[in-house]
């Protein structure tokens, strides 16, 4: 699942492909996880917009350091992780083992971990670079639906076929964007490239965020479907986020080629309140990964897709109010189109694993019948 700004999830886009358990947790668990997201991701959204997108001090100045901001998300994410793993160790869900405490269990999904963090912590730069071109309206939307990177990387290298309604919702997520896009309102007293005034340029390295996504879904669903008793979701948590941590990590001390540290380091110094900011980011950001992995666990996906779809329309909404956007009728139709392919993407996925619990209870009844028979 992908962070808005670009930065990776470590959650499979699949994460239940063989149908989600029955609910474990209670009504009371259910309110608090979903509050939980809903508090953690609004607030994270807020405070991204702000952070990339908004000047700080009477010199007007932007935060312009996205590794910086990237290794203290993910060493906030890798710390609370750990702890969340030791958790559900030590309070496994019912009717399920608990997990391995290893963190990397083996060589062979140590190597394929850390191919998925790499294209991790390279997907986040662009994402960021592509918000000084495009508005972060046009941002969530072209991130709103993981589905059409990995389709394109299924078809291309897997040569993987797809029922024709994610082909349909791939047409109105990206046609929904285009319109966005398009009938994007171009203020008269600021005709400049920026964050508010969309561009091929923005759009572009928006797509290559999105491809590196895509990369990463894929890979991140390859490993849970390879070793699902080895790899659980705190575990993967933990190590994408200990290992991205250590990249960028390498990165900002050894590359000689960048000083964006000690930009970061004196925009601190002399705009206090950014790092404020970045520790409420990261924190809200680790908080809320772990309300997805619970919510995962305990009620499963499509519990899960409903709250994350209606999550990222409530933070557009969110950014229209606080910051001041201003959309068109024909954006407006956009936003529809978007959303609206979304959540049919939910509803027919809905269907489909009601239908494979269905089939699954005939199954054991007819199972149980024979036996019954052949007494």
Known sequence: MTSDNGKKKPIPSDPLAAGDPPPSGSLLQLIVCVGGIYASFLTW????????????????VIFRSPLVLNTVQSLFASITGYLYLQYTICHPTPGKPAPSSA????RDINLKLLLVAVTQSLASPFGYASLKHIDY???ILAKSCKLLPVMFLHLTIFRRSYPFYKYAVVASVT?????????????????????ETSSLWGLFLLSINLLFDGLTNSMQDHIFSSHPRLVSGPQMMTALNLLSSVLTSLYLLLNPFTNE???????????????TDILGFAACGAMGQVFIFHTLSQFGSLVLVTVTVTRKMVSMMLSVVLFGHRLS????????????????EGEMKRRGEVAK????????????????KEK
């Open 45 to 60: 959204a807020v405070l991204q917009e702000r952070i990339t997108t908004t000047s700080y001090g009477p010199d007007k």
């Open 103 to 106: 963190i990397f269990p083996s």
């Open 137 to 139: 309206i046009t941002f």
């Open 175 to 195: 046609a929904g964007v285009a319109v966005f896009t398009l009938y994007h309102p171009v203020s008269t007293t600021k005709k400049h490239k920026g964050s």
């Open 261 to 275: 540290l000690s930009v970061a380091t004196a925009f601190i110094r002399n705009h206090p309140r950014v790092l």
């Open 329 to 344: 009728g024909m954006q407006w139709v956009g936003v529809g189109m978007v959303f609206g392919g979304v959540a049919a």
């Open 357 to 372: 619990r269905e089939a699954k209870k005939r199954a054991i009844m007819e199972n149980g019948g024979e036996v019954k």
